[in-house]
């Protein structure tokens, strides 16, 4: 099982603080350890020590890095160009394809959260669905990546434009893909942003669960954050210092 981190965006609501590094090199104490460090943490502590990491914006920053983390964490990274970080998350995952091909946890890389997440995703997976860690347990915002289950148990629907009391719980940005479903999340993926190069990744994940492949891993009372503009990062400084 290897690891992928999407890292490639540019953070454009954390400007200007992102105006030169990716948000994975956000700190998050007076240490510098940064989101990017807490993910490779936790990867390690489930076993993953070899691990793709799409670039995009500033990737000189993490390709600057790449040694001193690798070092830190005992880990073997890849990097992976994304060539259109403006376009959306769609598109980098496509781009490490070729690194799930055997099964991967993928992370967003501006998701905190602990390794208790990575732990029940591989502690349930069977091999045959992909996987979201889902958090069944806080309240729902209007802006939150919903999931909603079908008659079967499956997921039916992955959307944030979708009502909150249909919804089981949010997608946290953390999910298993297992190989046997690579080649189909790869075709999802290309139809995905050849479509419409603003798609998320979730988009293709829908396609799939039309398929009745995707399943839900609920993560329970669990602290976490994403990071998408100052008020998370202060979120995630806080969680952080209690971790």
Known sequence: MRGIILAAGQG????PDTDDIPKTLLPLNDQGETILDTILSGLVAVGITDIAVTVGHAAEEIRRRQH???ERHDVK????D??????NNAYSLWTARAHYRDGAVLVNGDTFHPHSVE????DVDEGRQLLLAVDDYHDLTDEA???RLGTDGTVDLIHKQ???DNAVGEYIGVSLIPAARADDLTSALET???NNPDLYYEDAYQILAEKHLVAEVPIGAVEWTEVDDHDDWNRAKELACRS
Not at 119 to 122: A, D, S, V, W
């Open 12 to 15: 454009q609501r954390l400007r």
């Open 119 to 122: 732990e029940r995703l591989m």
């Open 162 to 164: 979708q009502p909150r």
């Open 68 to 70: 001193i983390l690798e």
């Open 145 to 147: 990546m919903k999931v």
């Open 192 to 194: 995905t942003f050849r």
């Open 82 to 87: 994304n060539d259109h970080p403006e376009w």
């Open 77 to 80: 990274l890849t990097l992976v």
